[in-house]
């Protein structure tokens, strides 16, 4: 069976959009979700219909988590926005309650298994969808923390694709779909192959110009949200 691994959409269809036209053509049968597919960007509604034809398995992130928050407060969505941008103001006002109430309910982590391969897809950590775990992180010395009884833990939240063995555990980060900060320009995800127990860090190229200048035009005040879209060194 072949996995899409991704995550970290963060409301940038195009992104996606090129992301699963290549695992239509790698023949995924499933795709692992860790979460964020709103925040930051301004196309939450378009993400949510190009998922709608897939087998998904989809986790909880720091974003659907501060979604939450924000449909009952104001003063919270009022104080992010300032942090992240529009992108959570425009889910409020794009998505229906039951998209909103099925955001907010996703589940944290998720125990999958798939032709005998043991799966833990979480956010930022299985301890705490807050972690950030990257590529040089001193991932060792946690070895207690991750699970024995798992033999994939796929995990995002930094937006660097990672692969480290842990015990006899592989952890994997996909990398970013919608707001990579490796510097290595695309769209970020990874194949696994349950057969072979390998995995393959893919990069799809797509056209964010229209997304640049849309950040550029909503919040010059937020350089970031469209300067990262474009570095690559």
Same mark, same amino acid.
């Not at 032709?115 to 950590?125: A, E, P």
């Given at each position: 069976? +072949? @996995?899409?691994?991704? $995550? &970290?959409?963060? !409301?940038?269809?195009?992104?996606?959009?090129? =992301? *699963?036209?290549?695992?239509?053509?790698?023949?995924?049968? +499933? @795709?692992?979700?860790? $979460? &964020?597919?709103? !925040?930051?960007?301004?196309?939450?509604?378009? =993400? *949510?219909?190009?998922?709608?034809?897939?087998?998904?398995?989809?986790?909880?992130?720091?974003?659907?988590?501060?979604?939450?928050?924000?449909?009952?407060?104001?003063?919270?969505?009022?104080?992010?926005?300032?942090?992240?941008?529009?992108?959570?103001?425009?889910?409020?006002?794009?998505?229906?309650?039951?998209?909103?109430?099925?955001?907010?309910?996703?589940?944290?982590?998720?125990?999958?298994?798939?032709?005998?391969?043991?799966?833990?897809?979480?956010?930022?950590?299985?301890?705490?969808?807050?972690?950030?775990?990257?590529?040089?992180?001193?991932?060792?010395?946690?070895?207690?923390?991750?699970?024995?009884?798992?033999?994939?833990?796929?995990?995002?939240?930094?937006?660097?694709?990672?692969?480290?063995?842990?015990?006899?555990?592989?952890?994997?980060?996909?990398?970013?779909?919608?707001?990579?900060?490796?510097?290595?320009?695309?769209?970020?995800?990874?194949?696994?192959?349950?057969?072979?127990?390998?995995?393959?860090?893919?990069?799809?190229?797509?056209?964010?110009?229209?997304?640049?200048?849309?950040?550029?035009?909503?919040?010059?005040?937020?350089?970031?949200?469209?300067?990262?879209?474009?570095?690559?060194?």
């Amino acid at each position: 069976m +072949k @996995l899409g691994l991704l $995550g &970290d959409v963060h !409301g940038n269809d195009s992104a996606l959009s090129a =992301v *699963l036209r290549a695992a239509a053509k790698a023949k995924v049968d +499933k @795709l692992l979700v860790t $979460g &964020d597919l709103v !925040g930051y960007y301004f196309s939450p509604r378009e =993400v *949510l219909h190009l998922l709608n034809d897939w087998d998904c398995y989809i986790v909880s992130g720091n974003h659907e988590v501060m979604l939450a928050q924000s449909r009952s407060n104001p003063d919270y969505l009022a104080e992010i926005s300032k942090r992240y941008g529009s992108g959570l103001q425009v889910a409020l006002e794009q998505l229906d309650s039951q998209q909103l109430d099925w955001l907010c309910s996703l589940p944290h982590p998720l125990e999958l298994d798939f032709d005998g391969v043991r799966i833990l897809v979480c956010h930022g950590s299985p301890w705490d969808i807050n972690s950030y775990l990257y590529p040089d992180s001193d991932i060792e010395s946690l070895e207690n923390f991750f699970p024995e009884t798992f033999d994939l833990i796929v995990l995002g939240h930094s937006h660097y694709p990672m692969q480290r063995e842990i015990g006899r555990v592989s952890v994997v980060n996909p990398g970013s779909v919608g707001q990579p900060r490796n510097r290595k320009l695309g769209a970020h995800w990874a194949l696994y192959d349950t057969k072979t127990r390998e995995v393959e860090f893919r990069v799809e190229k797509y056209e964010a110009r229209d997304l640049i200048r849309e950040c550029e035009l909503r919040h010059p005040e937020l350089p970031y949200l469209a300067n990262v879209l474009m570095r690559s060194k």
